[in-house]
C-alpha cells in the first residue's frame, strides 16, 4: 500500500517509524517531514495546510492512505476535503476536531454529558472575565479557547499572573483568534496521565497510559511547553484507577460526540488528573500526542496500518490489539530560550554515537547533508527497558551523546515513577 502522513515533528516521525515495519506498506511519503522522517519515508515539499497540493498528490500519486498527524489541519477540515474526493484519510472530520479546537465546546460538552471535568467558566468578554477572575482562588487555569500549539494553557500561582495571562490573551491577543474566547478553570491537583485511544464512533480501543512533563524546568518549574518528557507504564497509578478513566470519560466521551451528531474518528487522546475523588478531564486532543506518541507506539506489537484500516474500513471493533510489557522513556533535546524565542539552524552532532535508543526528530531540517535545528523542540530520544528505570537509563545515556549549541533537557524525567 501507498501511504502519505502529513506533519513533521516527533508525532509524525513515531507514525511513519511505526508504518514502516509494517510488510504491507511499499510506499511511505510525509508531508513536509523533516530531516529525521527522510530515513524512514519520502518526504514531500508541501505543507500541512495546503490542502488542495495534499489531495492532488495524493490521486497522482495512488495514495491508499492518508494520516493526518497535527491539529491545525483537521480543525480547518482537511479531513472532509480529502473524503470529498474519495481519498481515504485517518483522522476527525472538522466537526468531530472540535473537540480540540475549541476549549469552550468540550468543557460545554463535559458539563452536559456529566463528563468528569474541572469546574469552570467561559468568557468573550475581557471585563466580565476579570471580575470572574477576582472571586476565585489561587492557583487557578487560564485557557485560550483556541488552538496556541499547546502553549495556550496558563497555571497561574498568583493573581498578578492570572491577571496577566487573560490580558495577554484576550486583549494583547498573544494567540490571536483563539483568545477570543477563554476558559476560567479550577485548579485540579494530583497525578497527571494520558490515554491516547483508537476511536471509531462508540468503539473505543485505549492504548497504554502515560505520562508527560510540562514545565520546561526540572521540578516541574518554568512555563509550560509541548512536552519535554514522558514515560509508560505508570506503575505508581492503580488499573483501577486506568479503568475508570476510561469507563467514566473516555468512553462517554466518545459516546457524547455521537450522540451530537459528530462521529469521532481518530486518536482521541485524553489529558487526565486524578484527583482525591478520582480522574478528572484537562483537555482532549483529536489526534496523536506529542510526545506521548514516542513512547507509545514504540510498545505497540500489533501493525499500526492494520488499526489504522480497520478504523477508517468500520471494522476496529474487531481489531485484537496487543501491546509489549515492556517500559518506555522519552527525553525532549530542546532549544535555549524554548518555549520563548529559539535559534535556528545550528548542527546537531552525535546522532550516529547513539545506541540502543529511538531518535525522532520533531524540530530538525537536513542543510547540505547536514541536521540542523529547526524548532524549539528538537529531538525526542526514546529507549524501551524491561522497567522503567532500565528504559530511563539507556534514554539519559543515549541523550548524553548528542549535541547542538544551548541544548538543554530535564534531568527527572520519570524519576517518580521508580519504584
Not at 498528490?57 to 492512505?65: Q, R, T
Not at 476510561?246 to 487522546?269: C, D, H, Q
Not at 496523536?288 to 477508517?312: C, H, M, N, S, Y
Not at 540542523?372 to 524491561?386: C, F, I, Y
Amino acid at each position: 500500500m501507498r501511504v502519505l502522513v502529513i506533519g513533521g515533528g516527533g508525532r509524525e516521525h513515531a507514525i511513519c517509524w511505526a508504518l514502516k515495519k509494517s510488510p504491507k506498506v511499499r510506499e511511505l511519503y510525509c508531508a513536509p517531514g523533516n530531516g529525521g522522517i527522510a530515513e524512514v519515508a519520502e518526504c514531500v515539499p508541501i505543507q500541512v495546510n495546503q490542502f488542495e497540493e495534499i489531495g492532488q498528490f495524493a490521486l497522482d500519486h495512488s495514495i491508499d492512505l492518508v494520516v493526518i498527524g497535527p491539529d491545525d489541519p483537521l480543525s480547518e477540515g482537511i479531513v472532509d476535503h480529502l473524503e470529498a474526493k474519495k481519498i481515504p484519510v485517518f483522522g476527525p472530520r472538522k466537526n468531530a476536531a472540535i473537540l480540540e479546537a475549541s476549549k469552550v465546546f468540550s468543557k460545554d460538552l463535559f458539563k452536559k454529558y456529566n463528563i468528569p471535568t474541572a469546574a469552570y467558566e467561559s468568557f468573550e468578554n475581557y471585563d466580565e472575565a476579570l471580575s470572574y477572575l477576582h472571586k476565585q482562588q489561587i492557583p487557578i487555569v487560564i485557557k485560550a479557547d483556541g488552538l496556541a500549539a499547546g502553549k495556550g494553557v496558563v497555571v497561574a500561582q498568583s493573581m498578578e499572573e492570572a491577571e496577566k495571562a487573560l490580558h495577554d490573551i484576550m486583549v494583547t491577543k498573544i494567540f490571536g483568534a483563539s483568545g477570543d474566547q477563554v476558559v476560567i478553570e479550577e485548579f485540579l491537583s494530583g497525578q497527571e496521565m494520558s490515554i491516547l485511544s483508537f476511536v471509531d464512533g462508540n468503539v473505543v480501543r485505549p492504548m497504554v497510559p502515560a505520562q508527560d512533563h510540562k514545565a520546561v524546568f526540572d521540578d516541574d518549574k518554568g512555563p509550560n511547553t509541548g512536552g519535554m518528557g514522558t514515560y509508560t507504564p505508570l506503575p505508581h497509578i492503580p488499573q483501577s484507577i486506568i479503568d475508570e478513566a476510561i469507563e467514566t470519560i473516555i468512553k462517554p466521551t466518545a459516546a457524547a460526540m455521537v450522540s451530537e451528531g459528530r462521529s469521532f474518528r481518530g486518536v482521541l487522546f485524553a489529558g487526565l488528573m486524578i484527583t482525591p475523588q478520582g480522574p478528572k478531564t484537562i483537555e482532549f486532543n483529536a489526534r496523536f500526542g506529542d510526545p506521548e506518541t514516542q513512547v507509545v507506539l514504540p510498545r505497540l506489537k500489533t501493525d499500526l496500518l492494520d488499526i489504522f484500516l480497520a478504523a477508517v474500513n468500520g471494522h476496529l471493533e474487531q481489531m485484537d490489539i496487543q501491546w509489549s510489557d515492556e517500559a518506555a522513556v522519552c527525553v525532549i533535546l530542546a532549544s535555549e530560550g524554548y518555549p520563548a524565542f529559539y535559534p535556528k539552524g545550528l548542527p546537531i552532532e552525535g546522532l550516529d554515537k547513539v545506541k540502543d535508543a529511538l531518535v525522532f526528530h520533531a524540530g530538525t531540517a537536513l542543510k547540505d547533508g547536514q541536521i540542523v535545528t529547526n524548532g524549539g523542540r528538537v529531538l525526542g530520544v526514546t529507549a524501551l527497558g524491561k522497567d522503567i528505570a532500565e528504559a530511563r537509563e539507556k534514554a539519559y545515556t543515549a541523550a548524553d551523546c548528542i549535541r547542538f549549541d544551548g541544548m538543554h533537557y530535564r534531568s527527572d524525567i520519570a524519576k517518580k515513577a521508580l519504584v
